[in-house]
């Protein structure tokens, strides 16, 4: 049985306070936790685990690493910022004790777990944090390991370590699955993303798997196989596409017409940006039927390197999607905002883009698009 651990006192968001504690908002992500039912259901997956003499119920300890990651942390050392605040986090294991707990779990307690986040997910969505829309980015990361660690390996960029593939709720950037892969895993391997996939959707309250799911990649998931997957599961898909020279040849064939303004996120116009549809200029026969392909084009920031497709100045992104729609101006939008996934991983970068005098409806100013 796991007592709650009730907060001390109001809180008080403040920009200049005197006399404050390091670290005390993480109190907050404590009461959370306890709150929507993640520490008492920890608390019960990994009750099997403790050691008759341990003062620390391992659900606990499991809540604190986590919390602690929240944080900041990246490593078990990293709890010990907590200490002497037993006050507002409570009593905290030691890192040895840490260290043990981790260890203990194998795949049967890992599945546990994710159970366990299910029943607090679905008790927070309930409460109101439900998102309208639920849209699955799924991206993988190079993590580099500076010793030689379990499944660690070479990657294609030189470096050493771990290959994992994510997936993370892009509505609220709730990080809802993971596989740990090596560093020379494949970048499009299909098994994986529908594994991540299929782990990313049994973390959804069961009433929301009948909802429209998109499923979001990068070239990576540019692959028969996962498109097919995602269309038996009734899953929609919005992945990116190679820029191979059978498009370049159609792209530069595409009448000035058929380009239309690209939008940001407040639905205006983004000047130095358009999009048009390749669908019927492409053989997509080997697709999902319905597969439809959107182009991008737009002036690269100042510096960019170009290549020789870019002769004219312009920069072409591409992807497939099954997903409904007259606006593709709209998809293109939806489909952009799988980048946020990387500020899951590093700093975001916004490309400065030049204005351009061209219509939302497609038709265009002299000197819009100039070839």
Known sequence: MVKPAARLGTVEVTADGEGLVSHAGVALLVELSDRVGLTAALSGALAGTRERRSAHDPGRVLRDVAVMLADGGDCVTDIDAYRGQERLFGARASETTTHRVLKSIDERLLDRIRAARVVARARAWDAGARPDTITLNIDATLVTAHSDKELAAGNYKHGYGFHPLCCYLDETGEALAAILRPGNAGSNTASDHFTVLGLALAQLPAEDLDREILARTDIGGATHQFTADCREAQIRFSVGYELSDTVRAAIL?????????????????????????????????????????????????PGAQFTIFDEHGYRYTCFIT??????????????????????????????????????????????SRPR
Do not use: K
Request: with cysteine.
């Open 253 to 301: 064939e595409v009448p000035e017409a058929a380009w239309v303004q690209a939008i940001n996120a407040d639905g205006e116009d983004r000047g130095g940006a358009w999009v048009t549809e390749l669908t019927d200029r492409i053989d997509l026969s080997a697709w999902p039927e319905d597969t439809r392909l959107i182009c991008r084009s737009e002036r690269p920031h």
């Open 322 to 367: 099954d997903q409904d729609g007259r606006d593709i101006a709209v998809l293109e939008l939806r489909h952009r905002g799988r980048a946020r996934v990387r500020t899951a991983f590093a700093p975001a970068r916004t490309p400065a883009c030049a204005t351009s005098p061209t219509t939302r409806s497609g038709t265009t100013r002299p000197g």
